[in-house]
């Protein structure tokens, strides 16, 4: 299906290619949502006009402030605690006096009036967010642009009615979080925007609301006609527009079975993960940020297995404070428990910067200056991090996990800032449970070659096949040229894998897997016949890591695996590995 310009006479079945943001499937009506003109031309005013249009921008801002807090205070309960805080996140940009500042300013100095001033620095803030390497920085940018929009509709007049009238699939440039709460309590079908990404706040609150979406569309809103038939797909991240008869068919097909199936498939997630030969397993989640913790309890994760907390550093022009930090991990033990919640010391370095440092530029990234090494070269920001784990581990479930251990060394400099840290907070009198495990993420291959070693000194291991296969295999992860070399069907990569879950378990320590290896099908069988028993996966794949799971016995994975250990080839072991999945395992997961 080529793509063609809107309006054409064979508009018919246009594919677009965004990306996925919620998972689902919507058929219906395209509700085009394009707001009017926000661009304002620019107007100088005289020197006798600043105060008022001063006045007129506070004013907006206050409107503004309002409209979000009425928003805010709408909220039904079944919207959890992200959508309010999303609101929160933006009445606080709202109250940022430096930033407003900068549009008063711009009036005072530059006579514009406040219309075309606002435009201005709202704008350049949107661009310095968009340029930031971090994603979720650039996501950021969104909360910037919707602010503009709402105080230029109080500027220029006419707010955008937001009526949808019927069930719909809105198509817009972008949701601001505030229309979106409006525009669900209308029932919208799904959701597809023009910018935005996985991470954006429209994208989060969608997949919260389970509003199928997809963004990041390009120009969505230039190739759909208000009324027209489209067809969304949140698995895929594509939208079809004007689809033929036979398309729409096999879309509410489709539809129908995956809604039966995932259904279901969360349903079953409530059971106690058992294999078929009755072998417990535990199925945790992999978070990075705070506004995914409300999906945990719907499919019933086994705790959190890895808190990625670099998102907590890099979104930002400081080190978040100890007293902050503590508030983040306090809230996601408490949500977790009595299940563990695994938190991971920071993993910057590589290719995620922190602005507040200055680095050097590395020559080998992923081998240089990263994760722990980085930490330990700056104790004075690492303590804050460890006394803000041990404040928050209350419940006493907060586990300690170190990334990109290569050494003991590592591991000894870390007991001894923690002994450090417990002392510090003592003196400060401030109250903390030093009830608290260690554990160290195994993705270095000497760690994993070391395993009998290290399961003597910390309390658990997490196996990192992400960069286990990177280091073992001296393959990039993100280079695509040599994607084709980077397997953990590689029998090197297997025989780790294996020895570490055999030396933690001789030591009597926990062994989890949080790399993607972890939550796919064809590895699964070989996980469990290699002795894992607790996977950590995003949470959106729990319900089907959990059913596999359930469906296999530990016997027959066992004998899998001894088999698949004497192949010599990655090739002949992934082999095996599909083959064994399509006999066991797609019939179960795989939804046509
Ligand atoms: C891994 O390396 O497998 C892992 C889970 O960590 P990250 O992807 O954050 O490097
Ligand atoms: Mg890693």
Not at 433 to 447: A, H
Request: some cysteine; overall charge neutral.
């Amino acid at each position: 299906m080529k793509k063609k310009a809107k309006g054409s006479p064979a508009h018919r079945n246009l594919v677009l290619q965004g990306i996925a943001a919620s998972p689902g499937i919507a058929v219906g009506q395209a509700f085009l949502y394009v707001e009017h003109d926000l661009e304002p031309e620019p107007r100088v005013i005289q020197p006798s006009e600043v105060d008022s249009e001063i006045q007129r921008f506070r004013e907006s801002v206050e409107r503004a402030s309002q409209y979000l807090k009425s928003s805010k205070e709408q909220l039904p309960p079944s919207y959890g605690k992200d959508v309010g805080k999303i609101l929160s996140i933006q009445l606080d940009l709202l109250q940022d006096e430096f930033f407003l500042a900068e549009v008063e300013n711009t009036i005072r100095q530059e006579k514009l009036d406040a219309a075309y001033a606002t435009f201005v620095v709202f704008k350049k803030k949107k661009e310095k967010l968009l340029a930031a390497e971090n994603e979720y920085l650039r996501d950021r940018a969104f909360d910037i642009h919707a602010l503009k929009k709402l105080i230029l509709k109080n500027l220029m007049g006419e707010p955008a009615p937001l009526e949808v009238g019927h069930p719909a699939i809105v198509v817009a440039e972008e949701i601001g979080p505030a229309d979106m709460v409006r525009l669900h309590r209308q029932s919208i079908l799904g959701l597809a925007t023009n910018t935005g990404g996985r991470t954006s706040h429209t994208a989060i609150i969608a997949r919260s609301l389970s509003v199928p979406a997809v963004v990041g569309l390009g120009n969505v809103t230039e190739k759909v006609e208000n009324g027209e038939l489209i067809v969304l797909d949140g698995y895929e991240g594509c939208l079809i527009v004007d689809p033929e008869p036979q398309v729409v068919r096999r879309f509410r097909e489709r539809k129908k079975k995956l809604v039966v199936y995932e259904k279901k498939l969360r349903e079953e997630s409530r059971l106690e993960t058992r294999t078929r030969d009755g072998v417990p397993v535990q199925v945790a989640a992999n978070i990075e940020f705070e506004e995914e913790l409300g999906s945990l309890k719907e499919v019933f994760a086994d705790g959190v297995g890895l808190f990625r907390t670099e998102g907590i550093f890099l979104n930002r022009d400081s080190l978040p404070t100890e007293d902050e930090q503590t508030r983040v991990y306090r809230e996601v033990a408490r949500m977790v428990a009595p299940n563990p919640c695994t938190i991971r010391t920071i993993d910057v370095g590589g290719d995620k910067v922190l602005r507040w440092l200055v680095y050097t530029e590395e020559r080998n990234p992923f081998l240089g200056w990263r994760a722990i090494r980085f930490w330990l070269d700056h104790p004075q920001y690492f303590l804050v991090q460890l006394k803000a784990m041990l404040r928050a581990n209350e419940p006493g479930n907060i586990r300690i996990l170190l990334p990109m251990i290569s050494g003991l060394e590592e591991v000894y400099k870390v007991q001894e800032l923690l002994a450090e840290a417990q002392r510090q907070l003592r003196e400060e009198g401030k109250p903390f449970n030093p009830e608290i495990s260690l554990g160290i993420m195994v993705e270095i291959p000497s760690t994993a070659i070391l395993a009998d070693l290290f399961a003597r000194e910390v309390d658990f291991f997490s196996i990192g096949t992400n960069d286990l296969v990177q280091y073992t295999l001296a393959v990039d992860r993100g280079n695509e040229k040599v994607a084709r070399l980077y397997s953990y069907f590689h029998p090197a990569v297997l025989r780790l894998v294996e020895q570490v879950i055999h030396a933690g378990k001789r030591q009597g320590i926990e062994v989890s897997m949080c790399g993607e290896m972890a939550a796919d099908g064809r590895a699964i069988p070989l996980l469990l016949g290699a002795g894992l028993r607790h996977f950590s996966c995003a949470s959106a794949l729990i319900p089907e890591v959990k059913k596999i799971i359930r469906n296999l016995s530990v016997a027959e994975c066992r004998e899998l695996f001894e088999r698949l250990k004497g192949l010599k080839t990655t090739q002949e072991i992934r082999e095996a590995a599909e083959a064994f999945y399509r006999q066991k395992v797609a019939a179960l997961v795989e939804v046509t």
